[in-house]
Each structure stands twice: as structure tokens, then as C-alpha cells.
Nanobody, 121 residues
Framework: QVQLVESGGGLVQAGGSLRLSCAAS??????????MAWYRQPPGNQRELVAT???????NYADYVKGRFTISMDNAKNTVYLQMNSLKPEDTAVYYC?????????????WGQGTQVTVSS
């Protein structure tokens, strides 16, 4: 079973920065990562996409984080990062890592356990 381990969440003041990390492990032979992504779920709201990245480096961002957040990936370590700058109170949420793997003609999606990010005003 693929495992995603997230780290880097915490409490920060508005305008501050945090860096989230997510390492994927237990990827068996014959499977490859198609993409990794960060989602978030603000209090009382549904989970929403923050940013995605492919192993080739193609990225996509939600409008509300463009210019403030940067997603990156270390292919050798199967690790995705999210650098969050100029944080706002509305960025407060549980942040989840996601990866989509493909292998033997199928795709599989896996989620991390989530890490809390709290931005105080």
C-alpha cells in the first residue's frame, strides 16, 4: 500500500511562510507517479485543489494561490513540496497531499493524512 507522509504544517502569522513536504513510499515495481498535488479543506468547506505537478515539471495552480505558493517535486525522492508565502488567514485549512500512480493499465489515487495550517491575523 502506497504511503504518503506529510510534514511542515503549523501556526503562522499573516504574511508569514510555511513549507509543506510530502514523501511517497512503498511504490511497487511497475508503477509510476503521474502527478502529485496539494489539496486543502478549510473549516466547514469542501476539499479544494491548491496545486499540481508532474514529474516532468508541469505545474498548475488555483487562482487564489497564484503568485504566493510554489509547488515543486524531487523525483528521486518521490517527494512534493509546497512553499507558501504571504499567507493569509483564509489559507487556514487542513492540507492534503495526493498522488496519482499508473501501472498495468490502471490509475490509482492516494491521499496523505493531512497537516493543519493555521494563519492568524
Amino acid at each position: 500500500q502506497v504511503q504518503l507522509v506529510e510534514s511542515g504544517g503549523g501556526l503562522v502569522q499573516a504574511g508569514g511562510s510555511l513549507r509543506l513536504s510530502c514523501a511517497a513510499s512503498r511504490i511497487i515495481f511497475g508503477f509510476r507517479i503521474n502527478a502529485m498535488a496539494w489539496y486543502r479543506q478549510p473549516p466547514g468547506n469542501q476539499r479544494e485543489l491548491v496545486a499540481t505537478i508532474t514529474p516532468g515539471g508541469s505545474t498548475n495552480y488555483a487562482d487564489y494561490v497564484k503568485g504566493r505558493f510554489t509547488i515543486s517535486m524531487d523525483n528521486a525522492k518521490n517527494t512534493v513540496y509546497l512553499q507558501m508565502n504571504s499567507l493569509k488567514p483564509e489559507d487556514t485549512a487542513v492540507y492534503y497531499c495526493n498522488t496519482v500512480l499508473s501501472g498495468y493499465g490502471n490509475e490509482y489515487s492516494y491521499w496523505g493524512q493531512g497537516t493543519q495550517v493555521t494563519v492568524s491575523s
